[in-house]
């Protein structure tokens, strides 16, 4: 009847716009094109990928290593050492480390290397000092004492972090030590990093793809063994795109376990149950003792003591949202890794994988826009990209600094400004909007009752495997896969799967209900065992 006529005349209006938005899409690819400088001829052509790590130290999983500096097998000193060394080695390539401060590092370890020659007991030490002596790197967009906190802002580039975020401070009690800060895309809301401030990050498996965002240099830091553990924030898949991108873990917790305070740009109104922070790691083992460390006395709404017997989770699947036009079809291989652990948990679980097809989140980008500007239960409208744009100082006209940009005057990236303008059409329709709030709402029932207490769903991380730099912005909803799950607040774990023909990480999402972290982190864990994990960059 009328209400069929009206969903096709909508999808019919959204069909339009999204053609009008990829061509608006392949224009900007062109003038970047013309606005980029062509590299001069006749060089030694760049190494194709970062070498792999060749200390065996570099190998090892936190908790490893923390057990080891425990037992006096090794010195701090000589971890930080390696550590620092490696990034001296490869960040040249990557630029992922945007400031370090290894004096520091360097320093600290000292005074770790003496706390454990005082010898005091191994249990008082994992007990109070869980990650003692392990290297962390930090998300720039976090404030570190004394590192900066631009969150690849031009007009903050002068601003230095005087205190921590509470993930930072907490993770700097339970021992690790950060190395520097990492980069991000301008105000963490774009899946490339690259900004005016640091410039671009590159993909260690390939220097010509990108490493995701928002959490991007974090993610390449990772891959490339510069780091082990890391700390991201996830709004609309900030971690977890960049660990599928490098193939590492990231973990985005239930909404609200793990304290948001202490990162620019921070959520405001509705978005604060939208914005998680999380663990990124290389092995799958550190998710868990990062997240009890972050949640600090948060962990206990989690029941990460409860032991998990695989063959009694219910699992699901689903190979694609369902065909948004808005979004890129789902890469084969992609499909093919997915249905490689499907089968696996079938043959050696044993255990019924249920194919679901959840007809809503086709709509995920829309559902994911539409509840990001919604108003909070007090009315508190949320931010706008534009104001945070302008910090404190003019607001930001994102029409003019599109035109600013395509004469090279803006110190805008393109993506931040077409942000802008989105944000601008999206106020536009108030009654489509409350309709998709409702969709979204009823979507987050839906999810909890297929989940249930023992339920994980198993979904894409991305459609697409790391694409080129620049070209996401031909593509500018593919975050929707992840997006999605943010604003329906349920944990999620992205997990690593072995590499493409091309040599590039493949993964997948693990999605379970509400304040069930427990489930997902233990399927990881097991697909670590059973897909290898992380695979080192440069071995090709």
């Known amino acids: 009847g009328a209400g069929q006529r009206a969903a096709m005349a909508l999808s019919r209006a959204e069909r339009c716009l999204a053609l009008l938005l990829r061509l608006l899409s392949r224009v900007c690819l062109a003038l970047l094109g013309l606005v980029a400088p062509s590299p001069p001829r006749a060089r030694p052509a760049p190494p194709r990928a970062v070498p792999p790590p060749r200390r065996p130290l570099l190998l090892l999983p936190a908790r490893q290593l923390a057990a080891r500096l425990r037992a006096r097998q090794v010195t701090c000193v000589e971890v930080v050492e390696a550590y620092v060394e490696r990034i001296k080695e490869v960040n040249p390539l990557i630029n992922a480390v945007v400031k370090d401060r290894f004096e520091e590092a360097l320093q600290e370890a000292r005074q770790v290397d003496k706390l454990l020659s005082e010898g005091p007991g191994d249990d008082y030490l994992e007990e109070k000092f869980p990650l003692l002596g392990v290297p962390i790197t930090i998300k720039e967009a976090f404030s570190l004492h004394g590192m900066p906190n631009t969150s690849g802002l031009v007009n903050r580039r002068n601003v230095i972090a005087t205190s921590d975020a509470t993930v930072v401070s907490r993770l700097k009690q339970a021992g690790a030590i950060p190395l520097g800060v990492t980069n991000c895309s301008e105000l963490c809301m774009w899946y490339e990093s690259s900004n005016r401030v640091y410039g671009r990050t590159n993909n260690p498996y390939d220097l010509q793809r990108i490493v995701g965002g928002s959490s991007g240099g974090e993610g390449g830091v990772l ?125 050696e679980l044993g255990v019924q994988v249920r194919r679901v097809a959840i007809h809503k989140m086709k709509y995920s980008f829309q559902i994911w826009s539409a509840m990001m500007s919604s108003k909070d239960s007090d009315g508190q409208e949320a931010q706008l990209f534009t104001d945070l744009l302008g910090d404190h ?121 509400s304040y069930n972290d427990h489930l997902t982190l233990a399927v990881a864990r097991y697909l670590e065992k059973a897909f290898g994990g992380w695979v080192s960059p440069g071995k090709a």
């Open 223 to 347: 891959a490339a063994a510069c780091s082990v553990i890391g700390v991201g924030s996830d709004i609309g898949g900030s971690i977890r795109m960049p660990a599928f991108f490098n193939g590492v873990f990231g973990h985005k917790p239930t909404t609200g376990v793990v304290p948001n305070d202490g990162q620019f740009p921070n959520a405001r109104g509705v978005r604060t149950s939208f914005l998680c922070t999380g663990p990124m790691c290389r092995y799958a083992e550190d998710l868990e003792l990062m997240l009890r460390v972050m949640a600090g006395p948060g962990v206990s709404r989690l029941k990460l003591n409860e032991k998990v017997s695989l063959e009694k989770i219910k699992f699901h699947c689903m190979d694609h949202d369902g065909g948004s036009v808005f979004v890129s079809p789902v890469d084969k291989e992609i499909l093919q890794a997915q249905k490689k652990v499907v089968e696996h948990l079938e043959s």
């Open 393 to 513: 100082g003019k607001p930001v006209w994102p029409l003019w600094e599109l035109m600013k940009w395509l004469v090279g005057m803006s110190s805008h990236t393109l993506p931040a400004i077409a942000l802008g303008l989105t944000e601008k059409l999206m106020k536009l329709n108030p009654g489509g909007n409350a309709k998709l709030v409702s969709m979204g709402k009823s979507l987050q029932e839906e999810m909890e009752a297929l989940l249930g207490p023992d339920g994980v769903l198993l979904y894409p991380s991305h459609p697409t495997i790391a694409p080129r730099h620049h070209s996401p912005i031909c593509m500018p909803f593919n975050f929707a896969y992840t997006a999605i799950f943010n604003v329906l607040g349920l944990p999620v774990t992205q997990c690593p799967l072995g590499l493409s023909s091309e040599g590039l990480p493949l993964g997948i999402q693990l999605v379970a209900a």
